[in-house]
């Protein structure tokens, strides 16, 4: 078997998987879909939105572990860098003709958007996983240092929507990379409207 033969394979694998798992979204979500994400950056700034949503809630988990030891203050500064990521990332995408802040949706912001929703998903991931493991714990009647059972419905909530964002960040990761051109070629006309 060749290498042209086994990425034919792989490419009509690949096509079946897309098929499959299209036939396995609920019909109303497709329509949705089909209607409102038909364009790269329609599809982005539904995810850009849906994560806004999600780091209000965030940011008012984080406001209620700040106390607890290790990760408390951290995990509102993480919030706030979410904030402004998001806010950044609206900015260059919904940009049009460099109005405001000399932003476009060129190859360089593009690449550096792609670094910074791979970083941002790394610091939500340590905070998801510590509080995700965090949220299990025990009240004990001894004092241990660093070690505070509080809070357990703030720290689930901290867990829950750090997770939604980090796959919401994965997911920009993915379409970023995948329509780096098309994004650099028509970023600078503001995507907020773009594809229909």
């Not at 209607?35 to 790269?40: A, D, G, R, V």
């Not at 951290?74 to 806010?87: E, G, L, Q, R």
């Not at 060129?106 to 905070?127: H, K, Q, R, W």
Request: with cysteine.
């Amino acid at each position: 078997m060749t290498l042209d033969d086994t990425l034919h394979t792989l490419r009509e694998q690949t096509q079946l998987l897309g098929t499959q798992i299209r036939h396995a979204i609920p019909y109303p979500i497709q329509a949705y879909i089909e209607t409102h994400m038909s364009s790269l950056p329609r599809a982005i700034n539904h995810i850009l939105l849906l994560m806004l949503a999600c780091n209000v809630f965030f940011f008012l988990g984080s406001c209620s572990v700040h106390h607890l030891p290790n990760l408390g203050s951290t995990t509102i500064f993480v919030s706030f860098a979410s904030v402004a990521h998001n806010i950044g990332l609206w900015m260059v995408f919904n940009n049009p003709d460099n109005q405001r802040f000399n932003l476009s949706a060129s190859e360089f912001t593009v690449g550096m958007m792609t670094g910074l929703c791979v970083g941002m998903a790394g610091a939500l991931y340590v905070i998801c996983h510590y509080y995700g493991q965090f949220s299990k714990c025990e009240i004990t009647d001894e004092t241990i240092k660093q070690y505070l059972c509080e809070s357990k419905g703030a720290m689930w909530t901290v867990w829950f929507f750090g997770s939604v964002m980090l796959m919401l960040n994965l997911a920009l990761v993915v379409l970023i990379k995948g329509g780096r051109e098309e994004l650099a070629t028509g970023g600078g006309s503001g995507i907020l409207g773009a594809g229909g």
